[in-house]
């Protein structure tokens, strides 16, 4: 199916383990982006990225990890969770032209 | 403190109009956003205002942008409840490369009572 998605839709992990999020996107688009949305402050960016091997710092990168070996896939790993970390976070992409991003559905993430 | 303020929250009757109102901070924003929320979904896009207009319509929806005092509000003409939601206005900066990377409010809760 085309669009952007993401896995898994809901995770729950413990303190200290590391957690990849999975998001893969089927238009080729060249940005691809990670936020977390968490009550009182909408949308922060972690990393984002503008193509194959290029990535950078969002507003609240401490904590994570993202790399982009392919165009249509942008893991975030969280390496060491912390219950601040909970959290939902949604990927999204848009193309070079594009004047509109792309959101998947999020994944939640609860660390206890 | 955040760059884009918006109220939390607004409740209206089906069939009035809704407006909801954002403030930014950098008056040199190049596109200017709002996006749709609805419960355990990601975000759609519902409509955008390039910095140089005034306004733009579309449909139900119209966009009002007053540069002057950084002020974005977005107004939905007969309000229908499947409009309940939560809105995000958003920011896209000069120099940030792509549109996708984005200043986002903390999202207005709107409420649409039968």
């Known amino acids: 199916d085309a669009g952007i998605t993401q896995s898994p839709r809901y995770k729950i992990t413990e303190t200290g383990r590391q957690v990849t999020l999975m998001c893969h996107q089927t238009?080729?688009?060249?940005?691809m982006f990670w936020y977390r949305q968490d009550l009182g402050h909408g949308l922060r960016l972690i990393y984002y990225?503008?193509?194959?091997?290029?990535?950078d710092k969002g507003e609240v990168p401490d904590g994570y990890v993202v790399s982009r070996s392919k165009t249509e896939n942008f893991p975030l790993t969280l390496e060491s969770a912390t219950r601040s970390q909970t959290s939902v976070y949604f990927c999204?992409?848009?193309?070079?032209?594009?004047?509109?991003?792309?959101f998947g559905q999020g994944t939640r993430l609860t660390v206890v | 403190g955040e760059d884009v303020e918006q109220s939390l929250f607004l409740s209206v009757r089906e069939g009035d109009s809704s407006v909801i109102n954002c403030t930014y901070t950098?008056?040199?924003?190049?596109?200017l956003y709002w996006y749709k929320q609805e419960p355990g979904a990601g975000l759609q896009l519902l409509t955008y205002?390039?910095?140089?207009?005034d306004m733009k319509q579309d449909q139900r929806l119209t966009v009002l942008l007053n540069k002057k005092d950084k002020h974005l509000s977005l107004r939905i003409a007969d309000t229908q409840t499947g409009d309940s939601a939560i809105y995000f206005c958003?920011?896209?900066?000069?120099?940030?490369?792509?549109?996708?990377?984005?200043?986002f409010g903390q999202g207005t809760t709107l409420q649409v009572k039968p």
């Open positions: 999204a992409s848009s193309g070079q032209a594009n004047t509109e991003a792309f």
């Open positions: 238009w080729s688009h060249s940005y």
């Open positions: 990225s503008a193509a194959a091997d290029i990535t």
């Open positions: 950098d008056s040199s924003s190049t596109y």
């Open positions: 205002i390039f910095s140089n207009m």
């Open positions: 958003a920011e896209s900066r000069p120099g940030s490369g792509n549109t996708g990377k984005l200043i």
